[in-house]
């Protein structure tokens, strides 16, 4: 039995990918001897039958219909008849797209996301380069001082202590630690910054709290004295605009710290807390269920309290007065947000944040932490809308993460890595797509280095570092991965110290302190150089992307714009070489982005073991190399 449809074809789906509501498509399937195909769609709780009719070309069926003039999902698969019996035909198990299986009962349908155009993300973005710094963690300023410590934290006397966390018997921290990273000492840095091309700083939270990673908010009016002051943020900023770098702040609005203004378990602040009296101002942002003791918490976690994010006060105070959080903030000359647990804030409040950051600096982004689809995220039973338009200028991308890694480990195929990021450029409105924060390191994960020597997971997470034999595997395999992720649509995030050879399992392992002359040296070299080669070059920043197929081993694709065509070539093999043949441009040369050699395409590309090549084509043979 024959019948094809793939939804990544334009000989089956045109235009590709998600589109602005209201827009028309044209759906075609293939097959021989069918009657009654019909194409069956479902958007909201509406379901529609269209008949196909038989197109110009032999054996194939179609229908052109116009998407609904609303914002969502519209899924969609098809029914036919062939040989006296009925059919149904979606997308595979996987439900990633492209050519689909023939069913008897209902299929997982295909996804069409509609959205809302209603803006392009900004160019400084879209271009950048993102660096991700953990404020406690990076550069001691020369303003560092005891002083600005409270009582029963521990600072740690050496800037290469191993961090750790004091529980008492309960699992409770007993006290936090500290190594004094502050504002100036990032300042201090800039110009290092800038040598890795970096144009956007990505701050882990910085406001007053009682922690190290400050996800605990105490007071979102106020720097951690820790870290510095309002004039060393300002200083921090100004510095940053001399050398063109944007700065993004970490948003943390689904929950305080319970050490906080407006919760205040502990009596350390002077205004009534929620904690205190039912009489608070802030009262109504929480929800008690035997008050005081117990109350909505982040994951059970009772140092952290839920806000109500509806709760008209506190939309009041996060954004919408003209004094409030996102506005105050923004005026200071930050260039964006990055909300921490996207998915346990509703929608309509993602949505008025986004209105007010937008009235304060129409160049400014708004990214979302969500792990997985954001197109298609279900959270609480509801169906986000982060891409309508009215929202998410782009989300962490951790599919990316997860997919490369995999990759890279032997874990998965290339062929699977190009269907997951093909799902992820169908579904994803192009701005979005183009937009991903591509990130191999982050603060909630093992550091990539050690993840990528295969570490012991039964060894002791805190002393714990690579053989020799496992770091220089992990040093390559790190190579190629962000090679990858400085060659692939969307903005690169560096976390701080992946490219110095930082190590380190979970958190807080993964929040040890950047090694100030203890760096290796070659990684920061090559970051260096790959930083560059993707900020001089921008067919990376916003050229198409296609995949090619190739082996399991070795992951290929072409970026391409109006004046150029780079061809990305990744052998993950330990110990086969690869080759590969592109067709499209027998006999042209390409010039080798890493090595500066010149090639020439009639011959095979041959890649050694734990090898790529950047391949920068000439379309035009009279400008040959």
């Not at 070299?525 to 790959?530: G, P």
Request: hydrophobic letters at 35%; one cysteine or more; a negative charge.
């Amino acid at each position: 039995m024959n019948f094809i449809h793939n939804s990544w074809d334009l000989k089956y789906r045109a235009p590709f990918g998600a589109l602005p509501k209201g827009s028309n498509i044209t759906l075609s399937v293939y097959g021989r001897d069918l009657n009654n195909v019909q194409l069956r769609t479902l958007f909201e709780e509406s379901e529609v039958l269209y008949s196909m009719k038989p197109s110009a070309t032999s054996h194939y069926w179609e229908v052109e219909l116009q998407i609904p003039d609303a914002t969502g999902i519209l899924w969609y698969d098809f029914k036919f008849e062939t040989g006296g019996c009925s059919y149904t035909y979606g997308t595979k198990g996987n439900r990633l797209g492209g050519e689909g299986q023939i069913y008897k009962d209902i299929p997982p349908s295909y996804q069409i996301t509609i959205y809302e155009p209603k803006r392009t993300t900004p160019k400084w973005y879209k271009n950048g380069i993102m660096y991700q710094i953990f404020p406690d963690r990076f550069n001691r300023g020369s303003d560092f001082s005891l002083e600005n410590f409270p009582r029963k934290v521990l600072v740690h006397p050496k800037w290469s202590d191993s961090p750790h966390y004091f529980k008492n018997n309960s699992g409770h921290i007993e006290y936090w630690d500290f190594f004094g990273g502050t504002l100036d000492g990032i300042t201090e840095k800039l110009d290092y910054l800038k040598s890795l091309n970096v144009s956007i700083i990505y701050l882990n939270p910085i406001f007053k709290s009682k922690s190290n990673h400050r996800y605990d908010t105490g007071d979102y009016m106020t720097i951690d004295p820790i870290l510095g002051t309002m004039e060393k943020f300002k200083k921090f900023i100004a510095a940053c605009k001399e050398r063109n770098i944007h700065v993004i702040l970490d948003g943390v609005f689904n929950h305080t710290g319970d050490d906080s203004i407006y919760f205040n378990r502990y009596g350390h602040y002077p205004e009534l807390g929620a904690y205190q009296s039912t009489e608070s101002p802030y009262y109504d942002w929480y929800t008690f269920d035997h008050y005081p003791i117990k109350y909505d918490c982040w994951w059970g976690i009772d140092a952290m309290p839920n806000l109500s994010e509806m709760n008209p006060s506190f939309q009041s105070f996060i954004f919408k007065d003209d004094n409030s959080v996102v506005r105050h903030w923004t005026r200071t000359g930050i260039s964006g947000w990055r909300l921490d647990v996207a998915d346990e804030l509703p929608d309509p409040f993602i949505e008025g944040l986004k209105i007010a950051m937008l009235e304060e600096n129409p160049d400014s982004v708004l990214i979302g932490e969500v792990w997985e689809d954001a197109s298609r995220k279900v959270a609480y039973n509801q169906l986000r809308t982060y891409f309508s338009g009215f929202e998410l200028d782009a989300v962490m991308n951790y599919p990316f993460r997860e997919t490369f890694i995999a990759f890279v480990l032997g874990k998965t195929s290339a062929k699977i890595a190009v269907l997951v990021m093909m799902s992820l450029y169908e579904n994803y409105p192009r701005e979005q797509f183009m937009g991903n924060m591509n990130l191999i390191g982050s603060h909630d994960r093992c550091r990539i280095l050690t993840v990528l020597g295969e570490a012991d997971e039964y060894a002791d997470h805190e002393h714990y570092r690579l053989t020799k034999e496992q770091y220089s595997l992990a040093h390559q395999r790190l190579k190629m991965l962000s090679l990858i992720q400085m060659t692939f649509p969307g903005v690169p995030c560096i976390y701080y110290g992946d490219e110095a050879g930082v190590q380190g399992f979970e958190d807080p392992y993964n929040r040890s302190t950047y090694p100030w002359g203890k760096e290796d040296r070659d990684l920061v070299l090559w970051y260096q150089q790959i930083t560059k080669l993707r900020a001089d070059n921008p067919v990376f920043q916003h050229g198409s992307w296609k995949p090619y197929e190739a082996s399991d081993d070795l992951f290929v694709f072409e970026r391409r714009d109006e004046n150029t065509c780079c061809l990305c070539l990744f052998n993950r093999s330990l110990k086969a070489v690869h080759l590969f043949q592109y067709l499209d441009y027998e006999g042209f040369k390409g010039l080798e982005m890493i090595t500066g050699e010149t090639l020439s395409l009639k011959d095979p590309i041959i890649l050694q073991p734990l090898a790529y090549a950047i391949v920068m084509i000439t379309l035009d043979t009279s400008q040959a190399l």
